[in-house]
Each structure stands twice: as C-alpha cells, then as structure tokens.
C-alpha cells in the first residue's frame, strides 16, 4: 500500500470513527431515555465498528 | 469488499453481503436469547447485569493494554477464493453468511463476546436479536466508508491495512463502546436493586 494514500485514509477512517462513535453516544442517551436496554443498540453498533475483523 | 469492478456491481455486492449477515445475526441473537430464556436465565437479571458488568470492566481493561489475555476464537479468515468461484455477488453473499456467524473467525475484540454473553444472561430473543444484529451492522459499516476514506478503490485488503495500522484507535474506540455499555448496565443493574 501506498504510504501516502495510507495515511490519507487512515487520517479519513479516524474521522469516520470519531463520528461514528458521537453518533452511536448520542443515539443510545437517546434511545435509553425511551427504554434503558434499547440504549446498548447504538452501543453494539460502535461496537462492532471497532471490531477489527477480515472483510 | 475484495474486489469491486464498478459502482453497481460494489454496491451490489456490499448490499448482498450487509443483508445476509443481518439475517443471520438476527436469528443467532434471537436463538442466543432462546437459549437463555429455555435455561431459566431470563427471570435472574441482577446477577446476570452483574456479571456482565464484571466482564465489561475485564475487556475494557483488556482493550486499553491494562490487562493481558486471549479471547476465545477460531483463528480464520475468510475465504478470498469464493471471489473466484462464486463470482463478486455470490462471494459476497458467502462472505456476508460466514463472517456474520461470528463464532467460526477473528474475535480480536471483547465486544462481541459481552454482546453474546449478554444476549444470552437476558434470555430476551428479541433484544439478543437487536444486539447481535447491531453488532454486524457495525462491522459491515467498514465496508460502507471504504470507498470514503480510500477515495476510488474499495480493495478490503488496504482497509484491513489501514486498521492495522491504526490498531491502538480502534482498541480504545472499542474500550469507550465497553465502558458506555457499563455504564448502561450499572444504571439498570441499581434501577433494578433499588426497586425503580
């Protein structure tokens, strides 16, 4: 892989990351605050995000 | 994905390969709840929060370097041949069915395995089936924001490059989704003994 363009991407998945992790906080105060346990939904969500597997 | 020759046979093959993990994680979390509620353990919720939250402060510790240990798994991958027999939207299909399943590849990270044991303890087929289903729809986002970060390629190879590359990010994002859902479970866990 192309050092640059890896960087570039990896700088570009950190931002997704972050995104996606305010996103899936966020949602599951929300969803929390309608029933409790629908809170770990988002919480699975950014879960499996970080879960590095083979795609 | 592994291979993607143009926008339409991509978004094809990411669509087949996000649907059938999703039916399969569905019906794995419903049957994990199943089994739960078949083996008593749906009418016991406090000590089940408990020992969740106990397992969820042990993976977190495990994902920020405090603690040491192997998780359970199959050391597997995938297999990229599929691509050869099966064509780009049957690989796809494939990779979506064995990848979902979870339990026969990788588990690098303790999330999954909180997110069994929970949807198990709680012997609620319904959340286990939200649960295991967020958890895929999770995974299968990294496909979907390939394209984004990668700019025209959509080779999973340097994606999987990329994340290893950046593997203590992920490890703590990881750690904070472990911790969010303590604190989930503490709450419940306290509403629960508290009679709320």
Known sequence: MDTTVGSIGADRLRIASYLIAGAALVAAIGAGRIELPLALLPLAVLLGWSHLHSV | ?196
């Open chain 2, 1 to 196: 994905m592994k291979v993607a020759r143009d926008w339409r046979t991509w978004l094809s093959a990411v669509s087949l390969y996000t649907l059938t993990g999703l039916g399969v994680t569905l019906a794995v979390g419903a049957g994990i709840g199943e089994l739960g509620r078949l083996a008593g353990l749906s009418g016991r919720p406090v000590p089940v929060l408990a020992a969740c939250l106990a397992i969820v402060v042990l993976l977190a510790a495990r994902e920020l370097g405090v603690l040491r240990f192997r998780l359970p798994e199959r050391p597997l991958q995938t297999e990229k041949v599929w691509m050869h027999q099966f064509g780009p939207l049957g690989a796809a299909t494939m990779w979506g069915l064995h990848l979902s399943l979870g339990f026969f590849t990788r588990v690098n990270y303790g999330g999954f395995w909180m997110l069994t044991l929970l949807a198990l303890g709680l012997g609620r087929p319904g959340l286990g089936a939200l649960l295991m289903g967020g958890h895929w729809v999770g995974k299968a986002l990294s496909v979907w924001v390939a394209p984004l970060a990668l700019g025209t390629s959509a080779d999973g190879s340097e994606v999987v490059g990329i994340w290893d590359s950046d593997i203590r990010h992920y490890r703590r994002v990881q750690a904070l989704g472990l911790v969010a859902a303590g604190a989930v479970l503490a709450v419940w866990l306290t509403m629960l003994v508290s009679g709320g």
